[in-house]
C-alpha cells in the first residue's frame, strides 16, 4: 500500500484523443502535485495545489488541464496531446506544502502519445 | 533559481561495498531542506533520507547517510554494504520555505554481485 494511488499505469493515446490521469492519496495530506518524469532529464514541477488552492502553475502547456476537487483527489486532463508529451508523469502529495514535509510519490502513468 | 546537479549519471558498485552519489544545489537562501529518493524499476520514488541545512550533524538512516557541506553547497549519500535490492535511480532533491521541490537529474546506481 503505497498511499497514493495513480491510474490508469499505462495510457496510449492519440494526439486528438481526450483522457485524464487520477491520482487518490490517503495520507491526509493538504498538498498534491503533478510531475512529469522524462528520460535523462530531471523531474519537471507541473501543478501544485495546497489546500485544495493551485498555488503553481509551471508554465506548463494548456493541454494539459489539473482538477482537484478535493484534497485526497487530483486529476490531470488531457487534450491535443503532442508526441513530446509522451513521458511518466508522478503524482505526489506531502503534509505541507513547503519545508521538511518529505513527498510521498505514486507509481506514476507512463503515457505514450502516437 | 535553485538548481539541482548530479554529476554521475551512472555508478556501479559491489555487493558489500560502500559507494558515494554525488550532489551540488545552487541557491541564496539560508534555510533549505535536502532529500535522497529512490525510484527502483516498480517507478515508485521512495525517500531514502532527508537534512535539514540548519542542522549541522549529518543525518543517517541505516545503511545510509549524507555528507552535507554546507558552505561548498553539496550533499553526498553514501551507502555501506551495499545490497542488490539497493540497485535503483538516485535522485537528489531541494526544497526551501519559499520554492518547491526541485530535483536532480538522476544516478542510475548498478550493484554486481
Known amino acids: 500500500e503505497t498511499g497514493v494511488t495513480q491510474t490508469p499505469r499505462h495510457l496510449v493515446m492519440g494526439m486528438t484523443n481526450k483522457k485524464s490521469l487520477k491520482c487518490e492519496q490517503h495520507?491526509?495530506?493538504?498538498?498534491m502535485y503533478w510531475y512529469k518524469q522524462s528520460a535523462k532529464k530531471p523531474l519537471e514541477l507541473m501543478f501544485v495545489?495546497?489546500?485544495?488552492?493551485?498555488?503553481e502553475n509551471n508554465s506548463v502547456p494548456s493541454r494539459f488541464s489539473p482538477e482537484c476537487p478535493n484534497s485526497s483527489h487530483l486529476f490531470l486532463h488531457l487534450h491535443t496531446l503532442q508526441p513530446e508529451d509522451s513521458a511518466l508523469y508522478l503524482c505526489a502529495s506531502s503534509l505541507l506544502a513547503q519545508g521538511t514535509s518529505p513527498l510521498h510519490f505514486g507509481n506514476g502513468t507512463r503515457l505514450t502519445v502516437t | 533559481a535553485q538548481t539541482v546537479t548530479q554529476s554521475q549519471p551512472e555508478m556501479s558498485v559491489q555487493e558489500a561495498e560502500t559507494v558515494t552519489l554525488s550532489c551540488t544545489y545552487d541557491?541564496?537562501?539560508?534555510?533549505?531542506?535536502l532529500f535522497w529518493y529512490k525510484q527502483p524499476p516498480s517507478r515508485q520514488m521512495i525517500l531514502v533520507i532527508r537534512?535539514?541545512?540548519?542542522?549541522?550533524q549529518n543525518a543517517t538512516e541505516n545503511r545510509f547517510s549524507v555528507n552535507f557541506q554546507k558552505a561548498a553547497k553539496s550533499f553526498s549519500l553514501k551507502i555501506s554494504d551495499s545490497q542488490l535490492g539497493d540497485a535503483a535511480m538516485y535522485f537528489c532533491?531541494?526544497?526551501?520555505?519559499?520554492?518547491?521541490?526541485?530535483f536532480g537529474a538522476g544516478t542510475r546506481l548498478t550493484v554486481k554481485p
Open positions: 532533491a531541494y526544497r526551501s520555505d519559499n520554492n518547491d521541490m526541485r
Open positions: 495520507l491526509g495530506h493538504n498538498a
Open positions: 541557491t541564496s537562501e539560508s534555510d533549505y531542506y
Open positions: 537534512q535539514e541545512a540548519y542542522k549541522q
Open positions: 495545489y495546497n489546500f485544495k488552492e493551485q498555488t
